[in-house]
């Protein structure tokens, strides 16, 4: 300790003593309540099992993210005294060169530690100023694509003429027909598809909006949907869910679906010497939406995609709109049709 340093923790204590305080007792206390202070891989782990887990559906990517690139750097420090600086270090090391990565890591850890400054587990939240455009320079680009009617041609024909497995074609099928999200189908069970009044049920836990609505979204099944949703059902046995892991019952993993739109373009590759733009299964719910836009009302097409309509109308207007979405599927089926149909 310097001459300085011993000077203000004079001051210090001195005020402790004037207010009442034994200067001992207090320094004893305070080397206390750094000892069994929580780490941060401490209160990580507390705010994911109890928070994280529970309102994340990306939560298993979450734990990654940290255990990779945080955890390994300060977990073992006590979360309070992990400084600005060393929080900056760590998110900035990978603002260039891991965007995607450095920005879930700040609005995670932001979010964790709100919940533990509630919790009195530390003080104050060091990262309530820091936003990842201004401070981190990540600028977020919004992805157009959508695939033309000749990439929408290409695609179906790889899609039945690959050798893709069978459950992974409907799959993709349903998604371009459905406009569906990819997770919404990715966990549907049988049970939520009632080929008898031709709806198909998503609970509020599969989708977007759920949380907040507490209301499931309704679709109509169409002829030509029912058929391929009757083979997927077939496909996945005595299981529950429509799309399961093959030999079980647990729904068709996070990650399955982001490699097939690697496999349809390796193939158009391989096959008919065509390079495709990258696209990924979020494009083909871009492209179903683009062409409803002709084919019929824009607030019609944003309940089909499950979306929020504007202001006060969500809040007064409750009608489910069936029979308008199921024009509009047929009509979008139709010119699907005509579009792979083409020589």
Same mark, same amino acid.
């Given at each position: 300790?310097?001459?300085?340093?011993?000077?203000?923790?004079?001051?210090?204590?001195?005020?402790?003593?004037?207010?009442?305080?034994?200067?001992?007792?207090?320094?004893? $206390?305070?080397?206390?309540?750094?000892?069994?202070?929580?780490?941060?891989?401490?209160?990580?782990?507390?705010?994911?099992?109890?928070?994280?887990?529970?309102?994340?559906?990306?939560?298993?990517?979450?734990?990654?993210?940290?255990?990779?690139?945080?955890?390994?750097?300060?977990?073992?420090?006590?979360?309070?005294?992990?400084?600005?600086?060393?929080?900056?270090?760590?998110?900035?090391?990978?603002?260039?060169?891991?965007?995607?990565?450095?920005?879930?890591?700040?609005?995670?850890?932001?979010?964790?530690?709100?919940?533990?400054?509630?919790?009195?587990?530390?003080?104050?939240?060091?990262?309530?100023?820091?936003?990842?455009?201004?401070?981190?320079?990540?600028?977020?680009?919004?992805?157009?694509?959508?695939?033309?009617?000749?990439?929408?041609?290409?695609?179906?024909?790889?899609?039945?003429?690959?050798?893709?497995?069978?459950?992974?074609?409907?799959?993709?099928?349903?998604?371009?027909?459905?406009?569906?999200?990819?997770?919404? $189908?990715?966990?549907?069970?049988?049970?939520?598809?009632?080929?008898?009044?031709?709806?198909?049920?998503?609970?509020?836990?599969?989708?977007?909006?759920?949380?907040?609505?507490?209301?499931?979204? $309704?679709?109509?099944?169409?002829?030509?949907?029912?058929?391929?949703?009757?083979?997927?059902?077939?496909?996945?046995?005595?299981?529950?869910?429509?799309?399961?892991?093959?030999?079980?019952?647990?729904?068709?993993?996070?990650?399955?679906?982001?490699?097939?739109?690697?496999?349809?373009?390796?193939?158009?590759?391989?096959?008919?010497?065509?390079?495709?733009?990258?696209?990924?299964?979020?494009?083909?719910?871009?492209?179903?939406?683009?062409?409803?836009?002709?084919?019929?009302?824009?607030?019609?097409?944003?309940?089909?995609?499950?979306?929020?309509?504007?202001?006060?109308?969500?809040?007064?207007?409750?009608?489910?709109?069936?029979?308008?979405?199921?024009?509009?599927?047929?009509?979008?089926?139709?010119?699907?049709?005509?579009?792979?149909?083409?020589?």
């Amino acid at each position: 300790m310097t001459l300085k340093e011993a000077r203000a923790e004079n001051e210090r204590l001195r005020k402790e003593l004037e207010q009442g305080h034994n200067p001992k007792i207090v320094r004893k $206390l305070e080397k206390q309540a750094l000892i069994n202070a929580d780490t941060l891989e401490s209160i990580f782990r507390q705010w994911y099992e109890s928070y994280c887990k529970k309102n994340k559906k990306m939560h298993h990517e979450i734990c990654r993210s940290f255990e990779l690139y945080v955890l390994p750097v300060v977990g073992d420090l006590p979360a309070e005294k992990i400084t600005l600086h060393q929080w900056l270090a760590i998110l900035e090391e990978h603002a260039e060169k891991r965007p995607a990565i450095a920005e879930r890591i700040l609005i995670n850890s932001k979010q964790m530690l709100k919940w533990a400054v509630k919790r009195q587990l530390v003080p104050f939240n060091v990262l309530t100023e820091i936003n990842a455009k201004e401070d981190l320079q990540i600028k977020k680009v919004a992805r157009d694509r959508s695939l033309s009617d000749e990439e929408i041609r290409l695609v179906w024909l790889a899609i039945n003429e690959s050798r893709m497995a069978a459950k992974n074609k409907l799959y993709l099928k349903l998604c371009l027909v459905l406009a569906c999200r990819n997770g919404e $189908l990715r966990l549907s069970k049988k049970e939520h598809f009632d080929l008898d009044s031709m709806v198909w049920t998503v609970p509020p836990e599969n989708h977007k909006l759920g949380k907040s609505s507490n209301k499931p979204l $309704l679709r109509p099944i169409i002829p030509a949907v029912k058929e391929l949703v009757e083979e997927a059902m077939e496909l996945s046995g005595e299981g529950e869910y429509l799309f399961n892991n093959s030999g079980t019952n647990e729904p068709m993993g996070q990650s399955a679906p982001l490699q097939l739109p690697y496999n349809i373009m390796q193939w158009l590759r391989r096959h008919k010497d065509y390079e495709m733009k990258h696209w990924s299964v979020h494009d083909l719910r871009k492209t179903a939406r683009t062409n409803l836009s002709s084919l019929t009302e824009p607030h019609i097409a944003e309940i089909m995609l499950g979306h929020r309509l504007p202001g006060s109308w969500q809040v007064y207007d409750h009608y489910d709109y069936l029979p308008e979405q199921e024009k509009a599927y047929q009509a979008w089926w139709e010119r699907l049709m005509e579009i792979v149909e083409v020589s």
